[in-house]
């Protein structure tokens, strides 16, 4: 990988192919980015996999009662270790 500096970025290689489509820097045609809706340069090709399974996600209210679940066992195991150390209030 050629890495430019900054008064040199006319050297820079793209490092995104199709055989590497992870690659984090890709050049676009002035062709490819009128061919766009809107002519936006909001362009990006990394998927993050993560983002695949929102789609599946349970209801708001059930991913809340999780969180304030996970948030009382926290504090329950913090004020057992305050009370070990002899810092809980009574």
């Known amino acids: 990988m050629v890495h430019a500096r900054p008064g040199e970025r006319q050297k820079r290689k793209a490092t995104w192919s199709e055989k ?3 690659g984090r820097w890709r050049a676009y045609s002035y062709d490819e980015i009128m061919a766009r809706g809107k002519v936006s340069l909001d362009i990006f090709w990394l998927k993050d ?8 996600l349970p209801e708001p209210a059930v991913i809340a009662q999780e969180i304030a679940e996970d948030l009382k066992a926290a504090l329950e195991q913090m004020e057992g270790i305050l ?6 209030d009574s």
């Open 20 to 22: 590497n489509p992870e």
């Open 83 to 88: 009370q070990g150390l002899g810092l809980a």
């Open 49 to 56: 996999d993560s983002l695949e399974d929102s789609a599946n």
